[in-house]
């Protein structure tokens, strides 16, 4: 079905009503649902437009009081998959009536250490007339330990099992509903979502046709060990130490680096188009300087562990294993590390996973975090979580396509990471940049943060992020159906659009839009016209 057949009616998720048969008929395909490990534990038909209660979710993925929109006339099935006899991953599948769905698939991934389904993605999916579907990879939750202690096989489902099942499950699904395959399958994710995108492609090529992949962390181990080296770099956890830099010193660094870094683009905005090129020095901000006032200028020590916390990581043996942290980016994840006056990150992911999956030790703590326990994660590499192989060899072959797109103000996930992915991939596969731009293409954003959000332009049709802007609901402005005209019809994203509306209300008033392009090639200002206009800029390739 080419992109061009979708009726304005199914781009806006207006969609027409089937008889009130369709609830006997959901209902009844619910009990006749015949997939090996897999059991129906709760079936709905639900009219577009209706608000889902779901009271059973966890309070980390939004719960008790978490809602969800239906966007089409739907199918509504949540799924348990045995995994093993000690594990199982739980799926919920969102299927148009017939004559709206599009005749495609999509799967969704998950955030920090899964556990939550990915309802934002879920609802612009069946919008658009998508089989939309969502995965708990595993477990409920995205803060705790306790269901992975002496849990390898809900590891396993984490680490690498629990899309490739989400993939064949809902396949299956699909084609017993609707009696065919469906014409093409599709995944979207970002930040681990991304991660178990690349990570799929690499074990499991035939599962999707398309990724679009979303500041992906991949190398997830060292993207999670980072935050606690950082953390110890500028003196954490002794908080009262000469050289600890306070949490409320951070913002006031940041600034600075933008305020000496932002104009070097030709665009004073407030945003660091390329913060891996630069460098920072913090003796600028050194009591004496006058730069910061007397209560947030660094004293020589804190200079050397400022210096320290934008330097990349290096395993025990000296190997630099990980990009530097993003100037101009919000520091909390390493930052933040105090809690009345104790010790205490607030980024609890490092915690939770290594004393539940890499220690399995529910006593261990970050606060003599060390490269030892960095090298001991990636020996172990708990179900295979790390997704650092470059290897896309299978996928490539088969015709499969990955957008991919990262922000160049992330706080979690360094943008620098996806350039050494995107290079590491070209080098696997000894590919020109025409070939590898030929499979995939990586778009960087200025000014976004993890996922969405932040300054720039950052909206795109983004995973995670609902609902889709209904006015631009076309291959220029929105990366799942630039993906779908690739994978369909063979013509690549030349550029992206990106939207930023006021107040970053998705389809509301549009303040700026600027072109994005294909890495390596970077967007800059024309140096002319007005810098919110998309017009205003071009790609530039490297170097010029």
Request: charged residues 20%; glycine residues 10%.
């Amino acid at each position: 079905m080419p992109l061009s057949t979708w009726s304005v009616a199914l781009f806006l998720g207006v969609v027409p009503r089937l008889a009130s048969c369709s609830t006997d008929e959901c209902t009844s395909f619910s009990a006749q649902v015949s997939i090996p490990n897999a059991t129906v534990v709760a079936h709905e038909y639900l009219l577009n437009g209706t608000v889902i209660e779901l009271p059973g979710t966890v309070e980390s993925c939004g719960g008790p009081g978490l809602k969800a929109n239906t966007t089409a006339d739907i199918c509504r099935l949540v799924l348990v998959v045995a995994t093993t006899s000690s594990s199982e991953v739980q799926l919920e599948a969102w299927l148009p009536d017939l004559q709206s769905w599009n005749g495609r698939f999509l799967a969704t991934g998950n955030g920090g250490i899964g556990g939550c389904i990915d309802y934002a993605t879920m609802q612009n999916g069946a919008g658009l007339g998508f089989a939309a579907f969502g995965t708990n990879a595993g477990h409920n939750g995205s803060v705790g330990y306790d269901f992975f202690l002496n849990q390898p096989d809900v590891i396993n489902d984490f680490g690498h099992r629990a899309i490739h099942v989400e993939a064949e499950v809902g396949k299956e699904l699909v084609r017993q509903y609707y009696g065919t395959e469906a014409i093409k399958n599709y995944y979207a994710g970002c930040s681990t979502g991304g991660r178990q995108g690349f990570q799929n492609a690499h074990l499991y090529p035939e599962d999707f046709d398309g990724f679009l992949l979303g500041s992906p962390g991949v190398d997830w181990l060292h993207i999670v060990a980072s935050k606690g080296i950082l953390a110890r770099r500028i003196g954490w956890p002794y908080i009262n130490s000469s050289t600890y830099v306070r949490p409320e010193q951070w913002p006031a660094i940041v600034e600075a680096q933008i305020k000496q870094l932002d104009p070097l683009d030709g665009v004073e905005d407030g945003i660091i188009d390329e913060p891996t090129k630069h460098r920072f020095d913090p003796t600028s901000l050194a009591c004496g300087t006058d730069v910061l006032n007397s209560s947030m200028c660094l004293s020589p020590q804190q200079v050397e562990s400022v210096r320290r916390a934008y330097e990349p990581i290096a395993n025990s043996s000296g190997r630099i294993v990980y990009p530097s942290f993003e100037l101009g980016s919000n520091t909390d994840v390493f930052s933040e590390n105090q809690e009345n006056g104790t010790a205490e990150m607030s980024y609890t992911i490092l915690q939770d996973f290594w004393r539940g999956a890499v220690y399995n030790d529910s006593n261990w703590t970050p606060n003599e975090f060390s490269e030892s326990d960095m090298d001991f994660a990636m020996k172990v590499n708990p179900g295979q979580v790390n997704a650092g192989e470059t290897d896309l060899s299978s996928f490539h072959r088969r015709g499969g396509k990955i957008i991919s797109y990262h922000g160049r103000n992330d706080e979690t996930v360094t943008s620098a990471l996806s350039e050494q992915f995107f290079v590491g991939v070209q080098s696997s596969l000894n590919l020109t940049l025409q070939e590898i731009h030929d499979f995939y293409r990586l778009f960087f954003l200025p000014g976004m943060h993890h996922c969405s959000g932040g300054l720039g332009a950052w909206s795109l049709g983004n995973a995670q992020k609902y609902p889709y802007d209904k006015a631009l609901l076309d291959s220029k402005h929105n990366a799942l159906i630039a993906l779908v005209e690739w994978v369909e019809n063979g013509r690549a994203p030349e550029t992206l659009v990106g939207t930023k509306y006021e107040n970053d209300v998705i389809g509301g008033n549009v303040t700026a839009q600027r072109t994005y392009c294909p890495y390596p090639e970077a967007s800059k200002w024309d140096g002319v016209n007005d810098t919110k206009l998309a017009t205003s800029w071009k790609c530039v390739s490297p170097g010029r």
